[in-house]
């Protein structure tokens, strides 16, 4: 095969997974611009009206710009909590094969196979019984919480492939393992962090199964409550939940784009021939 | 007391996790555990409840709904889960190859993941409905309406459908923990695998995917248990029907939850997380003596 | 590094630890809701103890009432009337909750006690549990329509623990000028109905003539409410009907009789798919679907309530003059045709409220006249009180006439674990083909039927 041939294929091919993925987006934003009457499709490509009216109302409608801050509020500190405290358990699991650590890890990896529904009715007396309904603590605590599973399965695996000799050396400079963590084994981290904080900060930041029990009050309404607002008794607002969704989509994209350049190649090969 | 302090600190390493398991029992073993409790009961959220034992264990596999959506549930997971991991791998694989332009296609690819699956559900919907759909338009268009068929309204056709949609939905989280696991791959290893003269499906064979493990065992996890409680997709798409022809055993307990069988709904979860248990199980298992062989 | 990650570390428990201190006050007031044994052990008592301490703490103690709603519609009128109600009572403030799944989530709410003070959600095993504060002896009884009062009535103790402010109505909706144009008549009897689709279809070979939304299954759920139950309804009346469905009077409702209601229902909308009288997508069609397909005039008739007529104002406005509205034909040879003529925003207080006079303060509030003239002309909706007079919409003279025409019946009070969403999607397997007879059918609706009414009724 000539080079170009190879060079054109792999275009055609990521020119392929970038139609597929973004094709039902297209559809969204379709819908998202069009006038409450149009949602019919119309001609061979799809034109929409528009209408950006749509945007605006669906802001206003939903009190979204309320929404997003909550939204970012309870997602950054339950991520920042997640990365802490699964991290260091990770660390602790993969490096220090002990009774308590082995039952701590079955239990998380058991725990991720529950259906979270089975604790509907126990969670929220117990949520009352804390007065957690409507303040951000409880949702960041809880939501870290069942984020912790998925987390600290992805931390100590990744952290079970780093040589041990990363920390070993720094030990033997004066550190215990707890601080040589800290100073030195975390920064090897980084593809997997960037991976928890892109992994558990979508779930958290779609939350709805939790949000709608214990984040009644209108003020502490988060973006997939308010976009649940244009499903009504009886049919659906498309338009304005399209419109929505983009909206609250928008964040959740740059916070993508910002972690994922830690996926370049190399930065754990590289550091770890010094 | 310097010792003392030193001797805390020396031994902290072996402690931290209790954070972790703190923050998580309380939130989710504690309330777990009272709700193993109400699946051994008669509960309907309203009066108080009698001790049945197992009664809704037996109840379950003696209902013909039931047994038809662990059916159907197993069947969506035997297509999704191992689709969702060829794709995530090829696409990682492919990416991982450098290609410019890469980081916007890595983007777009993992877009989907970032929206709620029942929005584009509905999306996927408002594509895929026969008659009324997109694709359905634009076939007639271009004059081939008699492919037009009713992909949703079939139970064995409209399974195929849902496994797609979330394949579609869920391949950017499983390339990302895959390009993860990539990265993580010295590259003086394919160098040397190189020099010794492996092909490139023998480097791919004996050094990419042994040292992928991890990612490997991450993504053939989360994969079927995503799999096996898929719950928004179907719901967008087809609610489960026609009639209960498509319904999963997630969206069947929250019906039964909300239909005021909270005991009978508690214990069918308990069962879902016996059939994730068992296939997850099986594969630590025997993936963990092949790892050890590689 | 090092330290740059602790300070991180700190900074992000001090935010938490913030936002606990700050959140936590702020819900302290809110937060002591009684709990639900206390309640429920002294339900009277607690009634009495209550009056006595807001009006001994009136003037201090600021009383927050939660008011849970499952309705979307009205979300921003009545957040428009609470403000309007805090100005008046400066220390009572109202917190509206919607919920999309209301009747749902109130399940989770009540088994978990967080109760809210009012609710627009009303269901018999709730009364039956002692869930709701008894209204009979409120004032604005006397404003009421007496057939509404009569519907507000529980079946069993003769109390009324909810109060409606509108009526709704159900029935088919059809396109008046497609009628005058074939000369068709409103049908009542099944051969007329059937009559009509099938001149419909042969006129206008490129119109659906009857159009159903099997997507959503309530709309199917429905159907059987209201066709299927209408020949039970009528032939006990309304409350011996209500009575019969509450208690499961097997006797009465006769699900699997050949020839009653269900079978009959089945074997009809067997016919019309067989004929070709509905459309090719009767089970992935949507509610939209079926509001577009109406109000661009490709299909000629489908089965709602008044509910769909502001958004069929919204598609095509046009159309107001040109929407028909009939009762339901007769599906069973010797009945009558029916017309659902019943409650619609329901409100009831519930008896763990420790705010129960405050909570009655606000629905006197909301049933002053003229806030519920604002209603019912914003909800295009019928008021339940005779001294409300409201411009509701362009269909109020022929509603007027369909409910003269047809029997009046109300909606069916099913067991919660088996929801008009059940009943259709019971409906979906009979379009689809799952049962070979009607027959077959009713034995299925009645072993489903009675499974979730003993699940409740223990």
Same mark, same amino acid.
């Given at each position: 095969?000539?080079?170009?041939?190879?060079?054109?294929?792999?275009?055609?091919?990521?020119?392929?997974?970038?139609?597929?993925? &973004?094709?039902?987006?297209?559809?969204?934003?379709?819908?998202?611009?069009?006038?409450?009457?149009?949602?019919?499709?119309?001609?061979?490509?799809?034109?929409?009206?528009?209408?950006?009216?749509?945007?605006?109302?669906?802001?206003?409608?939903?009190?979204?710009?309320?929404?997003?801050?909550?939204?970012?509020? &309870?997602?950054?500190?339950?991520?920042?909590?997640?990365?802490?405290?699964?991290?260091?358990?990770?660390?602790?699991?993969?490096?220090?094969?002990?009774?308590?650590?082995?039952?701590?890890?079955?239990?998380?990896?058991?725990?991720?196979? &529950?259906?979270?529904?089975?604790?509907?009715?126990?969670?929220?007396?117990?949520?009352?019984?804390?007065?957690?309904?409507?303040?951000?603590?409880?949702?960041?605590?809880?939501?870290?919480?069942?984020?912790?599973?998925?987390?600290?399965?992805?931390?100590?695996?990744?952290?079970?492939?780093?040589?041990?000799?990363?920390?070993?050396?720094?030990?033997?400079?004066?550190?215990?393992?707890?601080?040589?963590?800290?100073?030195?084994?975390?920064?090897?981290?980084?593809?997997?962090?960037?991976?928890?904080?892109?992994?558990?900060?979508?779930?958290?930041?779609?939350?709805?199964?939790?949000?709608?029990?214990?984040?009644?009050?209108?003020?502490?309404?988060?973006?997939?409550?308010?976009?649940?607002?244009?499903?009504?008794?009886?049919?659906?607002?498309?338009?304005?939940?399209?419109?929505?969704?983009?909206?609250?989509?928008?964040?959740?994209?740059?916070?993508?784009?910002?972690?994922?350049?830690?996926?370049?190649?190399?930065?754990?090969?590289?550091?770890?021939?010094? | 007391?310097?010792?003392?302090?030193?001797?805390?600190?020396?031994?902290?390493?072996?402690?931290?996790?209790?954070?972790?398991?703190?923050?998580?029992?309380?939130?989710?073993?504690?309330?777990?555990?009272?709700?193993?409790?109400?699946?051994?009961?008669?509960?309907?959220?309203?009066?108080?409840?009698?001790?049945? *034992?197992?009664?809704?264990?037996?109840?379950?596999?003696?209902?013909?709904?039931?047994?038809?959506?662990?059916?159907?549930?197993?069947?969506?997971?035997?297509?999704?889960?191992?689709?969702?991991?060829?794709? *995530?791998?090829?696409?990682?694989?492919?990416?991982?190859?450098?290609?410019?332009?890469?980081?916007?296609?890595?983007?777009?690819?993992?877009?989907?993941?970032?929206?709620?699956?029942?929005?584009?559900?509905?999306?996927?919907?408002?594509?895929?409905?026969?008659?009324?759909?997109?694709?359905?338009?634009?076939?007639?268009?271009?004059?081939?309406?008699?492919?037009?068929?009713?992909?949703?309204?079939?139970?064995? $056709?409209?399974?195929?459908?849902?496994?797609?949609?979330?394949?579609?939905?869920?391949?950017?989280?499983?390339?990302?923990?895959?390009?993860?696991?990539?990265?993580?791959?010295?590259?003086?290893?394919?160098?040397?695998?190189?020099?010794? *003269?492996? $092909?490139?499906? *023998?480097?791919?064979?004996?050094?990419?995917?042994?040292?992928?493990?991890?990612?490997?065992?991450?993504?053939?996890?989360?994969?079927?248990?995503?799999?096996?409680?898929?719950?928004?997709?179907?719901?967008?798409?087809?609610?489960?029907?026609?009639?209960?022809?498509?319904?999963?055993?997630?969206?069947?307990?929250?019906?039964?939850?909300?239909?005021?069988?909270?005991?009978? $709904?508690?214990?069918?979860?308990?069962?879902?997380?016996?059939?994730?248990?068992?296939?997850?199980?099986?594969?630590?298992?025997?993936?963990?003596?092949?790892?050890?062989?590689? | 590094?090092?330290?740059?990650?602790?300070?991180?570390?700190?900074?992000?428990?001090?935010?938490?630890?913030?936002?606990?201190?700050?959140?936590?006050? #702020?819900?302290?007031?809110?937060?002591?809701?009684?709990?639900?044994?206390?309640?429920?052990?002294?339900?009277?008592?607690?009634?009495?103890?209550?009056?006595?301490?807001?009006?001994?703490?009136?003037?201090?103690?600021?009383?927050?009432?939660?008011?849970?709603?499952?309705?979307?519609?009205?979300?921003?009128?009545?957040?428009?009337?609470?403000?309007?109600?805090?100005?008046?009572?400066?220390?009572?403030?109202?917190?509206?909750?919607?919920?999309?799944?209301?009747?749902?989530?109130?399940?989770?709410?009540?088994?978990?006690?967080?109760?809210?003070?009012?609710?627009?959600?009303?269901?018999?095993?709730?009364?039956?549990?002692?869930?709701?504060?008894?209204? %009979?002896?409120?004032?604005?009884?006397?404003?009421?329509?007496?057939?509404?009062?009569?519907?507000?009535?529980?079946?069993?103790?003769?109390?009324?623990?909810?109060?409606?402010?509108?009526?709704?109505?159900?029935?088919?909706?059809?396109?008046?000028?497609?009628?005058?144009?074939?000369?068709?008549?409103?049908?009542?009897?099944?051969?007329?109905?059937?009559?009509?689709?099938?001149?419909?279809?042969?006129?206008?070979?490129?119109?659906?003539?009857?159009?159903?939304?099997?997507?959503?299954?309530?709309?199917?759920?429905?159907?059987?409410?209201?066709?299927?139950?209408?020949?039970?309804?009528?032939?006990?009346?309304?409350?011996?009907?209500?009575?019969?469905?509450?208690?499961?009077?097997?006797?009465?409702?006769?699900?699997?009789?050949?020839? #009653?209601?269900?079978?009959?229902?089945?074997?009809?909308?067997?016919?019309?798919?067989?004929?070709?009288?509905?459309?090719?997508?009767?089970?992935?069609?949507?509610?939209?679907?079926?509001?577009?397909?109406?109000?661009? #005039?490709?299909?000629?008739?489908?089965?709602?309530?008044?509910?769909?007529?502001?958004?069929?104002?919204?598609?095509?406005?046009?159309?107001?003059?040109?929407?028909?509205?009939?009762?339901?034909?007769?599906?069973?040879?010797?009945?009558?045709?029916?017309?659902?003529?019943?409650?619609?925003?329901?409100?009831?207080?519930?008896?763990?409220?420790?705010?129960?006079?405050?909570?009655?303060?606000?629905?006197?509030?909301?049933?002053?006249?003229?806030?519920?003239?604002?209603? %019912?002309?914003?909800?295009?909706?019928?008021?339940?009180?005779?001294?409300?007079?409201?411009?509701?919409?362009?269909?109020?003279?022929?509603?007027?006439?369909?409910?003269?025409?047809?029997?009046?019946?109300?909606?069916?009070?099913?067991? %919660?674990?088996?929801?008009?969403?059940?009943?259709?999607?019971?409906?979906?397997?009979?379009?689809?083909?799952?049962?070979?007879?009607?027959?077959?059918?009713?034995?299925?609706?009645?072993?489903?039927?009675?499974?979730?009414?003993?699940?409740?009724?223990?």
């Amino acid at each position: 095969m000539s080079p170009e041939l190879r060079q054109g294929l792999k275009y055609l091919i990521g020119g392929m997974m970038v139609l597929i993925s &973004i094709i039902p987006f297209y559809v969204l934003l379709y819908l998202a611009m069009n006038t409450p009457a149009g949602s019919m499709f119309k001609g061979l490509f799809l034109l929409p009206d528009f209408y950006f009216t749509n945007f605006v109302d669906a802001w206003n409608g939903s009190k979204l710009g309320r929404a997003m801050l909550n939204s970012t509020i &309870i997602t950054c500190l339950a991520v920042t909590l997640i990365v802490f405290v699964a991290s260091a358990a990770g660390y602790s699991i993969a490096r220090y094969r002990s009774r308590l650590n082995l039952t701590i890890f079955n239990t998380l990896l058991a725990c991720m196979m &529950i259906p979270a529904i089975i604790i509907t009715v126990p969670l929220y007396s117990l949520m009352k019984s804390i007065d957690g309904i409507n303040t951000y603590w409880a949702m960041i605590l809880l939501t870290a919480a069942n984020a912790l599973p998925l987390s600290v399965f992805l931390y100590a695996s990744f952290i079970r492939t780093l040589p041990k000799e990363v920390e070993e050396s720094a030990v033997l400079d004066g550190c215990t393992y707890f601080t040589a963590f800290y100073r030195v084994t975390f920064h090897f981290l980084r593809p997997v962090t960037s991976a928890v904080v892109i992994l558990t900060g979508l779930g958290i930041w779609n939350n709805y199964g939790q949000a709608v029990f214990f984040l009644q009050s209108q003020e502490m309404r988060t973006i997939p409550l308010a976009i649940s607002m244009f499903f009504q008794t009886y049919g659906a607002k498309w338009n304005l939940m399209a419109a929505a969704a983009l909206i609250g989509l928008a964040p959740a994209v740059l916070v993508f784009l910002l972690f994922q350049r830690y996926f370049i190649k190399g930065i754990t090969a590289g550091a770890l021939k010094g | 007391m310097r010792i003392w302090i030193h001797k805390i600190n020396a031994n902290l390493h072996r402690y931290m996790a209790l954070p972790a398991i703190l923050l998580f029992g309380l939130f989710f073993l504690y309330p777990l555990a009272q709700g193993i409790g109400i699946s051994l009961t008669d509960s309907n959220g309203m009066t108080t409840p009698n001790f049945v *034992g197992l009664q809704n264990f037996i109840d379950f596999f003696a209902d013909d709904r039931a047994r038809n959506d662990v059916r159907i549930t197993i069947l969506f997971a035997l297509g999704s889960a191992p689709l969702l991991n060829l794709f *995530g791998l090829l696409y990682a694989l492919f990416l991982d190859r450098g290609l410019p332009g890469k980081g916007f296609v890595r983007a777009v690819v993992y877009l989907p993941a970032v929206i709620s699956p029942l929005i584009m559900g509905y999306v996927w919907y408002f594509i895929l409905q026969p008659e009324r759909g997109y694709l359905a338009h634009v076939l007639k268009e271009i004059g081939l309406g008699f492919l037009d068929v009713n992909w949703l309204g079939e139970s064995s $056709s409209a399974l195929v459908v849902l496994i797609a949609v979330n394949v579609w939905q869920y391949v950017g989280m499983t390339m990302i923990v895959y390009l993860a696991g990539l990265q993580g791959i010295p590259a003086d290893l394919y160098e040397a695998a190189t020099i010794d *003269g492996a $092909s490139r499906w *023998g480097a791919l064979r004996y050094v990419t995917l042994p040292l992928l493990y991890p990612a490997i065992k991450i993504n053939v996890v989360t994969n079927i248990i995503g799999s096996l409680s898929v719950f928004e997709i179907i719901v967008a798409l087809t609610d489960g029907g026609p009639g209960y022809a498509t319904e999963s055993l997630s969206i069947y307990i929250l019906r039964m939850l909300y239909g005021s069988f909270t005991g009978y $709904s508690t214990a069918v979860a308990l069962i879902l997380f016996l059939i994730i248990l068992i296939p997850v199980v099986l594969f630590l298992r025997i993936t963990r003596k092949s790892e050890y062989e590689l | 590094m090092n330290r740059r990650l602790i300070s991180w570390l700190m900074c992000a428990v001090l935010v938490i630890m913030l936002v606990a201190g700050c959140s936590s006050t #702020g819900s302290s007031t809110a937060g002591n809701t009684s709990n639900g044994e206390n309640a429920a052990a002294a339900n009277d008592t607690n009634v009495t103890n209550n009056t006595n301490d807001s009006a001994t703490n009136e003037q201090k103690e600021e009383v927050t009432l939660k008011f849970f709603t499952g309705k979307v519609e009205t979300i921003d009128l009545i957040n428009e009337l609470i403000t309007k109600f805090e100005a008046e009572h400066p220390h009572i403030k109202v917190e509206q909750e919607y919920q999309k799944d209301a009747s749902n989530v109130i399940k989770v709410k009540f088994a978990s006690g967080d109760v809210p003070d009012i609710t627009t959600v009303y269901a018999q095993d709730y009364v039956d549990q002692g869930k709701y504060l008894d209204l %009979s002896n409120e004032a604005f009884w006397a404003r009421v329509l007496p057939a509404i009062k009569e519907l507000n009535t529980d079946i069993k103790t003769g109390k009324q623990f909810r109060v409606a402010t509108n009526v709704t109505m159900a029935g088919i909706f059809y396109n008046k000028q497609v009628f005058e144009e074939l000369g068709l008549k409103e049908a009542a009897t099944w051969e007329e109905f059937k009559s009509n689709l099938q001149t419909i279809k042969d006129a206008k070979p490129e119109m659906t003539p009857m159009f159903l939304a099997g997507k959503d299954s309530w709309t199917l759920g429905h159907l059987i409410e209201f066709m299927a139950h209408g020949v039970i309804k009528q032939k006990h009346g309304v409350t011996d009907a209500r009575k019969a469905f509450i208690n499961n009077e097997s006797d009465k409702l006769e699900f699997d009789a050949a020839g #009653g209601g269900i079978e009959a229902f089945a074997g009809r909308l067997l016919e019309l798919k067989e004929a070709g009288l509905i459309n090719k997508d009767a089970l992935t069609a949507t509610y939209d679907n079926q509001k577009e397909a109406f109000a661009s #005039g490709q299909s000629a008739l489908f089965s709602q309530g008044m509910w769909v007529l502001g958004d069929l104002l919204k598609l095509n406005p046009d159309m107001a003059g040109n929407i028909g509205f009939a009762p339901f034909p007769a599906i069973v040879d010797g009945t009558e045709p029916v017309v659902l003529s019943a409650e619609d925003s329901v409100y009831a207080i519930t008896s763990e409220s420790e705010h129960p006079e405050e909570a009655k303060l606000f629905l006197e509030f909301l049933f002053q006249p003229e806030n519920l003239k604002a209603y %019912s002309e914003f909800l295009k909706s019928p008021p339940a009180f005779t001294d409300v007079s409201a411009d509701w919409g362009p269909l109020k003279d022929q509603a007027a006439a369909a409910l003269e025409t047809g029997v009046n019946i109300a909606f069916t009070e099913t067991p %919660s674990g088996f929801s008009g969403d059940d009943a259709g999607r019971m409906v979906q397997e009979l379009l689809a083909g799952k049962y070979a007879s009607s027959g077959d059918f009713a034995a299925a609706y009645k072993e489903a039927w009675d499974k979730a009414w003993s699940a409740t009724n223990k």
